[in-house]
């Protein structure tokens, strides 16, 4: 593979991690370090790849951490089920 081919890799690898980190965080957090990996072996004009594969890898672990810790807080305040009793102890 060329190494130009490897920077039209990052990059589109960049973008759609960008997308997939509102949809399919884990998605796009395993593209985004594909593409930072096909981004690092070019030199020339592949900061916008590594850009945007590093905001995918943000976003992602962002909203994964937020993910978790909406459902921590909906099982501890009952929020699925109010009829339950507590599942997650205090």
């Known amino acids: 593979m060329d190494k130009l ?3 039209v890799a990052g990059f589109f690898l960049g973008i759609v991690s960008m997308i997939l980190a509102f ?3 884990i998605a796009g957090l395993v593209l985004g370090i ?3 990996n096909f981004s690092k072996k070019t030199k020339e004009n592949a900061h916008v790849g590594r850009t ?3 905001m995918g890898i943000v976003i992602s672990l962002i909203v994964i951490i937020v993910s978790i810790v909406l459902a921590y ?3 501890k305040f009952n929020l699925l089920n109010p009829g339950l009793t507590n599942v997650v102890s205090k």
């Open 73 to 75: 807080l909906a099982l």
């Open 23 to 25: 949809v399919a965080p």
């Open 34 to 36: 594909i593409g930072l």
């Open 5 to 7: 081919d490897f920077g």
């Open 52 to 54: 945007l594969n590093w």
